[in-house]
């Protein structure tokens, strides 16, 4: 079953607009994390931001945030004022395991983000 | 500050021929180390990690494997190498920071074209 689900594969924004991506996830686990990363056509993966499963507070990065909504198991990033630069491969990714060293995280599948001048 | 290197950036191989692909990391010690790899336009598909010199776990049963001689340093390899394994990998590493958050953090990746 697919643990990570991204169920926009493409989205058109115009700029200045803010942008919500969705992502829903699946663990039985009671302690995990999840995460998004931006992929720009260089093919590099930027880490943009974190939540953990016991934070209380959404995580935020700047113009980065995470509305995290434990008991629907979702965790949507949502980008303010959408910029040029924006435009790339957005993964959201879900770290699990115990609190020990064997952690590993799991991707979704991506939204490719257009921001349209 | 740390810091993951890849090598080589870009690969092109014939089919059949073996491969070794190497990431290293600088400023940290005993990392989660990972193997990803990404088809074209496509999502990122777990490989191997590894948690310790030696110990490799195995998450896709395929003709590649991976091995880890020193602490900040994940090899990828194949005897054979078939279309199939043609993408981009991406090696990444990842601790727990102070307030018991984890991390991970991914090198610049290899592309790999097999032809």
């Known amino acids: 079953a697919q643990k990570i689900t991204q169920t926009q594969p493409g989205m058109f924004v115009q700029e200045k607009e803010a942008v919500t991506l969705d992502c829903t996830y699946d663990t039985s686990d009671q302690s995990y994390g999840l995460f998004w990363y931006k992929q720009p056509s260089s093919g590099e993966m930027i880490f943009l931001i974190y939540q953990g499963s016991y934070d209380e507070q959404n995580a935020t990065e700047g113009r980065y945030s995470l509305n995290f909504q434990k008991a629907r198991k979702s965790a949507n990033l949502v980008i303010s004022a959408s910029q040029l630069g924006d435009s790339a491969m957005y993964f959201c990714?879900?770290?699990?395991?115990?609190?020990?060293?064997?952690?590993?995280?799991?991707f979704g599948k991506g939204t490719r983000l257009h921001i349209l001048p | 500050s740390q810091t993951i290197h890849q090598w080589p950036a870009t690969l092109v191989q014939p089919v059949g021929s073996p491969l070794s692909l190497e990431c290293t990391v600088e400023?940290?010690?005993?990392?989660?180390l990972y193997w990803y790899r990404q088809a074209a336009g496509r999502g990122l598909q777990l490989l191997f990690y590894s948690v310790g010199i030696g110990q490799i776990s195995s998450e896709v049963p395929q003709n590649l494997s991976a091995s880890r001689p020193q602490d900040r340093q994940f090899i990828l390899s194949s005897k054979k190498l078939l279309l199939s394994d043609s993408g981009f990998y991406l090696c990444?590493?990842?601790?727990?920071?102070?307030?018991?958050?984890?991390?991970?953090?991914f090198g610049p990746g290899t592309r790999l074209t097999v032809t």
């Open positions: 400023g940290t010690s005993n990392p989660n």
């Open positions: 990444a590493w990842g601790f727990r920071d102070r307030r018991n958050q984890y991390e991970q953090y």
């Open positions: 990714a879900m770290r699990e395991g115990n609190m020990n060293r064997d952690d590993k995280i799991i």
